[in-house]
């Protein structure tokens, strides 16, 4: 929903990062989205993301939706520098903005004399420049002194914004930073700089997966007020996908749990603590360690998702288990308002 975070949680291997890959539609190969829809609401009217061509959504990647991934150094090309790998975002996706502050630099310059004469001829190059950056005519004019210097401009822009989005993510002396390589960055700095990608053009939806797994508390909590904030400051929405509750409960206005690959119950976040109704979620709560209770874990494996289980997945481990549920998979269900479960209990 507009401006929530919703919580993905479940064990390794359920299935979360999956999903998140599969609303940008970039599952990897050999894996391949086989059926279904995935909605989006844009600008007020739902767009179905598997109906569209790879132009139109590398267009909606970053600028509508952006992904953190859960290791930053994976993310980051170690042959560029951070301001080198914000800026490509920026330039993708902000270009016109900063064409018209490339332009603007460079008319101040020309009115002051240090850009030199601007003929009536690189006039008209600079209003083409102006309504169409990337037109094949400016390639072939490339030699022209002023799209040199206008190209220069450019890039100094595209730094500049890049600096700023490092002092939003509170990194100090971004100045340095902006010029420094993925090997030089600390594990909560590469992080910082992986979520200033992701918000360089303030998206609709930011999907987090799991992006304080490799990092120390201390950075932890750091990054999730961090994000917290960002959410707050952009009006973005949040899928934040995790295995730990504890986060759950910090940052997540609504949850879904997941389990061997299906969504098994959907609710708030008060709601999924304080209620929780599929046997599944109840034993992930009862899991959790707490001082001077015994430790509880949940018996048995999780399933091969290549041979499932019939039936309901969760049978094989489930203490409620039912005939049914071992011949027949249930359907999500509203079993309270706004709480869905997928279970025979509540059916």
Same mark, same amino acid.
């Given at each position: 929903?507009?401006?929530?975070?919703?919580?993905?949680?479940?064990?390794?291997?359920?299935?979360?990062?999956?999903?998140?890959?599969?609303?940008?539609?970039?599952?990897?190969?050999?894996?391949?989205?086989?059926?279904?829809?995935?909605?989006?609401?844009?600008?007020?009217?739902?767009?179905?993301?598997?109906?569209?061509?790879?132009?139109?959504?590398?267009?909606?990647?970053?600028?509508?939706?952006?992904?953190?991934?859960?290791?930053?150094?994976?993310?980051?090309?170690?042959?560029?520098?951070?301001?080198?790998?914000?800026?490509?975002?920026?330039?993708?996706?902000?270009?016109?903005?900063?064409?018209?502050?490339?332009?603007?630099?460079?008319?101040? %310059?020309?009115?002051?004399?240090?850009?030199?004469?601007?003929?009536?001829?690189?006039?008209?190059?600079?209003?083409?420049?102006?309504?169409?950056?990337?037109?094949?005519?400016?390639?072939?004019?490339?030699?022209?002194?002023?799209?040199?210097?206008?190209?220069?401009?450019?890039? %100094?822009?595209?730094?500049?914004?890049?600096?700023?989005?490092?002092?939003?993510?509170?990194?100090?002396?971004?100045?340095?930073?902006?010029?420094?390589?993925?090997? %030089?960055?600390?594990?909560?700095?590469?992080?910082?700089?992986?979520?200033?990608?992701?918000?360089?053009?303030?998206?609709?939806?930011?999907?987090?997966?799991?992006?304080?797994?490799?990092?120390?508390?201390?950075?932890?909590?750091?990054?999730?007020?961090?994000?917290?904030?960002?959410?707050?400051?952009?009006?973005?929405?949040?899928?934040?996908?995790?295995?730990?509750?504890?986060?759950?409960?910090?940052?997540?206005?609504?949850?879904?749990?997941?389990?061997?690959?299906?969504?098994?119950?959907?609710?708030?976040?008060?709601?999924?603590?304080?209620?929780?109704?599929?046997?599944?979620?109840?034993?992930?709560?009862?899991?959790?360690?707490?001082?001077?209770?015994?430790?509880?874990?949940?018996?048995?494996?999780?399933?091969?998702?290549?041979?499932?289980?019939?039936?309901?997945?969760?049978?094989?481990?489930?203490?409620?288990?039912?005939?049914?549920?071992?011949?027949?998979?249930?359907?999500?269900?509203?079993?309270?308002? %706004?709480?869905?479960?997928?279970?025979?209990?509540?059916?």
């Amino acid at each position: 929903k507009k401006g929530e975070t919703l919580g993905v949680v479940g064990e390794t291997g359920c299935g979360k990062s999956v999903t998140g890959l599969s609303v940008l539609v970039l599952v990897p190969p050999p894996g391949r989205i086989e059926g279904g829809k995935i909605f989006f609401n844009p600008k007020g009217k739902p767009v179905d993301l598997l109906s569209l061509n790879e132009a139109i959504l590398r267009r909606i990647r970053g600028q509508y939706i952006s992904m953190v991934f859960q290791d930053p150094r994976s993310a980051l090309n170690p042959v560029y520098t951070a301001g080198d790998q914000i800026a490509e975002v920026l330039l993708h996706h902000r270009r016109k903005e900063l064409v018209q502050r490339a332009l603007e630099r460079i008319s101040k %310059e020309t009115e002051v004399g240090k850009a030199g004469f601007l003929s009536g001829y690189h006039e008209k190059v600079l209003q083409k420049m102006l309504k169409n950056p990337n037109a094949l005519i400016l390639l072939i004019l490339s030699k022209i002194p002023i799209i040199k210097r206008y190209k220069g401009i450019l890039n %100094e822009e595209a730094k500049k914004e890049a600096i700023n989005m490092l002092k939003i993510m509170r990194i100090p002396d971004p100045e340095r930073v902006v010029d420094m390589y993925p090997h %030089e960055l600390s594990g909560g700095m590469a992080q910082r700089v992986v979520i200033a990608m992701g918000l360089a053009c303030n998206p609709g939806i930011l999907i987090a997966d799991e992006p304080t797994t490799n990092l120390d508390v201390t950075v932890q909590l750091q990054i999730l007020h961090l994000i917290k904030e960002l959410k707050e400051k952009f009006a973005s929405s949040i899928v934040y996908v995790t295995h730990d509750m504890g986060v759950i409960a910090e940052m997540c206005d609504r949850v879904a749990v997941m389990y061997a690959g299906n969504v098994v119950e959907i609710a708030s976040a008060v709601e999924i603590f304080k209620n929780p109704l599929h046997p599944y979620t109840q034993a992930l709560l009862e899991s959790i360690p707490t001082p001077g209770k015994p430790f509880k874990s949940i018996e048995g494996i999780v399933p091969s998702l290549i041979n499932p289980p019939i039936g309901c997945r969760f049978n094989d481990r489930c203490s409620y288990a039912m005939e049914i549920c071992r011949k027949s998979k249930p359907k999500i269900v509203e079993a309270r308002k %706004e709480h869905f479960v997928k279970c025979f209990l509540h059916q």
